[in-house]
Nanobody, 117 residues
């Protein structure tokens, strides 16, 4: 059974930082692209960043410099570090795994991040 379980969200003051984790099981983690998406109420899920099975990383423009995506194939876990948090970072962060770019892939249930003083 495929599972993606996100964790690490919470309420964080502006300027703070946190690290989200995505623990995967039930599929060959090392061969999948791992992505993080953010969703706010009333909007679609937007891509934040992904890391290919090769280790190649991509960030959407608004993540440049403050977001760091990584993966640990030995632990079947992907991470997203967010620094200098801004209120605009608030949302539910979802983990996604794809074996090929054009498929929907597997999704986790998300973890809520709220940036508020």
């Amino acid at each position: 059974q495929v599972q993606l379980v996100e964790s690490g969200g919470g309420v964080v003051p502006p300027g703070g930082s946190l690290t989200l984790s995505c623990a995967a099981s039930g599929f060959t983690f090392s061969s999948h692209r791992m992505s993080w998406y953010r969703q706010v109420p009333g909007h679609q899920r937007d891509l934040v960043a992904f890391v290919q099975s090769t280790g190649l990383k991509h960030y959407e423009d608004d993540g440049q410099g403050r977001y760091t995506i990584s993966r640990d194939n030995a632990k079947s876990t992907a991470y997203l570090q967010i620094s200098r948090l801004e209120p605009e970072d608030t949302g539910v962060y979802f983990c996604n795994a794809k074996s090929v770019p054009w498929e929907d892939g597997y999704w986790g249930r998300g973890t809520q991040v709220t940036v508020s003083s």
